[in-house]
């Protein structure tokens, strides 16, 4: 039997290495991770928030506004695609990689594990593991 928490470490992997070839500008390798990202949880606001920063980087602002906005209807508390969107939507918007908010503190060489919780209000959160 599968375990959640290892679904759970499966998907964080594949986020993880999802970003990191984004950050290297290997597209269809990010677009082959979050796929396999959806395999396992086609509900994680993490992986849209995601597919919204790799289409971003590509500048095809349609899909990433629609891919925040599926991240966004999937949890309204899930704040980096609120953020991303209210961003990508702006009158003054600015293509500027230092502005996106992956959702997580990603750090090349450091941890970038992520665990959910509830917060006071009963909803998922997502808190890094140190």
Do not use: Q
């Not at 499966?10 to 290997?26: F, T, V």
């Not at 959702?103 to 665990?115: A, H, I, S």
């Amino acid at each position: 039997m599968f375990s959640i928490r290892k679904s759970e470490d499966e998907l964080r992997k594949y986020i993880n290495k999802a970003i990191k070839e984004i950050k290297s500008r290997n597209y269809e390798s990010a677009k082959k991770a979050l796929l396999h990202a959806v395999e396992i949880n086609d509900c994680a606001p993490e992986i849209y928030n995601t597919f919204g920063i790799l289409y971003e980087c590509k500048r095809e602002l349609e899909l990433a506004h629609k891919h925040y906005s599926a991240a966004y209807a999937i949890d309204s508390a899930f704040i980096p695609s609120r953020k991303n969107l209210e961003r990508i939507s702006d009158f003054a918007y600015k293509y500027d990689l230092s502005d996106i908010d992956y959702g997580l503190d990603y750090d090349e060489g450091g941890n970038n594990e992520l665990c959910t919780d509830y917060d006071k209000n009963k909803a998922w959160k997502l808190m890094r593991i140190d």
